[in-house]
Every structure is written in structure tokens, then in C-alpha cells.
T-cell receptor
Framework: DAGVTQSPTHLIKTRGQQVTLRCSPK?????VSWYQQALGQGPQFIFQ???????QRGNFPDRFSGHQFPNYSSELNVNALLLGDSALYLC?????????FGDGTRLSIL | DAKTTQPTSMDCAEGRAANLPCNHS???????VYWYRQIHSQGPQYIIH???NNETNEMASLIITEDRKSSTLILPHATLRDTAVYYC?????????????FGTGTRLQVFP
């Protein structure tokens, strides 16, 4: 049984570009949450999707948006990339119990 | 802001018990205590959670004080592979309070 999978594992972009990160939840999970982890810090909550709707949102600008598909997989989109967006982006899925995390996408902005 | 406070770092000898403390003095009655750990270059790994009773699973034990203002995660026989950052998190039950708010955690170093 595969856990949470994220793609790509690493990505390099330049300022001003746009990026899309992808997440497949653990089997049986219907809720997907996204987190941003800067170097040396704990993960910060971005938003959560359930039934294809954004259910909760953290303190992130509108440049950060997402989507959930009928098969529960999810995408995180970031527009107009800034140097400060360089981070590890983590996806977590849940189905009423604990959230389980993928190993993240390392995004570097040049 | 995180609702928990943890020591920044701790050391433990291999084979000994690692006891990681956490203070959560503002926890409310419907909030759980969760523990995760993050090994370098990996995503956080769920360890254990509890409401008010002590809990044990194959990875660890969780001891919650009677007033629920603090807890201790116990790794009974630490190994080198337990070296990681450990996060103590207070999490609500309802759908709009179940986001995880991470602090900076405790960096546990297990030495031979």
C-alpha cells in the first residue's frame, strides 16, 4: 500500500515564474493538506482540501492556490515566484485520523 | 503560533530510554496531543497521539499529565535511527481545527 507520493522531488525555478506541485494521497484518504517548510523551521500550514473544496487556509497570499481532483489527488500552484518561496513543500493526507506526510518537493528559486 | 513548548535539543545514549517533554498549558478539553518526528530529508512521520489517557504503540509511549498541561514521549530503547526532530502538536477534533501547527521541535541526537 503506497503512502503519500509527491512529484517532482526537486524543482528549480526563477523569480516570477509559476510552479505546480502534485500529491497523491494514501489509499483510503480523502483530505489533503499542504505545508511549507523553510530551512531550519517547522512546517507551516498553507491550506487543506476536502471534497474538491478548500476547507481551511493558513496565512499565505493568494499567489498560493490549489486544487483537488475527484480521485482525491491534489495540486499546489504558486504564481509570481519570489526568492522567499524557496522551501520544502509537504503534502499530507488523512481520512479522519492522523495526517500522513509525503517526503515533499524541494523548490529552489534562483 | 504553536501551542506547545519543547526543549531545543536533547541527547540520548543508544539503548537507553529517550524521554521528550512537551508543555501545552493552554490545551482545551477537545484537543489532542500529537507527536511527529522528521528525519533529515524526509517528511514528518506520525508517531502517536492521545487525549487524556496514556497511550502505547509499537513506536513509543505517550504519558499525559492528569491536568493535561504537559506530556512526555518515551522511546523505550533508542537507536541511532531515532535521531530526528520531534514535534509535539496540539490538534483539535473538528474539521476546521485539525490543521497541524508545528513549532521548532526538539532535535534528538542518539549517540553510540
Amino acid at each position: 500500500d503506497a503512502g503519500v507520493t509527491q512529484s517532482p522531488t526537486h524543482l528549480i525555478k526563477t523569480r516570477g515564474q509559476q510552479v505546480t506541485l502534485r500529491c497523491s494521497p494514501k489509499s483510503g484518504h480523502d483530505t489533503v493538506s499542504w505545508y511549507q517548510q523553510a530551512l531550519g523551521q517547522g512546517p507551516q500550514f498553507i491550506f487543506q482540501y476536502y471534497e474538491e473544496e478548500e476547507r481551511q487556509r493558513g496565512n499565505f497570499p493568494d499567489r498560493f492556490s490549489g486544487h483537488q481532483f475527484p480521485n482525491y489527488s491534489s495540486e499546489l500552484n504558486v504564481n509570481a515566484l519570489l526568492l522567499g518561496d524557496s522551501a520544502l513543500y509537504l503534502c499530507a493526507s488523512s481520512g479522519g485520523g492522523p495526517q500522513h506526510f509525503g517526503d515533499g518537493t524541494r523548490l529552489s528559486i534562483l | 503560533d504553536a501551542k506547545t513548548t519543547q526543549p531545543t535539543s536533547m541527547d540520548c545514549a543508544e539503548g537507553r530510554a529517550a524521554n521528550l517533554p512537551c508543555n501545552h498549558s493552554t490545551i482545551s478539553g477537545n484537543e489532542y496531543v500529537y507527536w511527529y518526528r522528521q528525519i533529515h530529508s524526509q517528511g514528518p512521520q506520525y508517531i502517536i497521539h492521545g487525549l487524556k489517557n496514556n497511550e502505547t504503540n509499537e513506536m513509543a509511549s505517550l504519558i499525559i499529565t492528569e491536568d493535561r498541561k504537559s506530556s512526555t514521549l518515551i522511546l523505550p530503547h533508542a537507536t541511532l535511527r531515532d535521531t530526528a526532530v520531534y514535534y509535539c502538536i496540539v490538534r483539535g477534533r473538528s474539521y476546521n481545527t485539525d490543521k497541524l501547527i508545528f513549532g521548532t521541535g526538539t532535535r534528538l541526537q542518539v549517540f553510540p
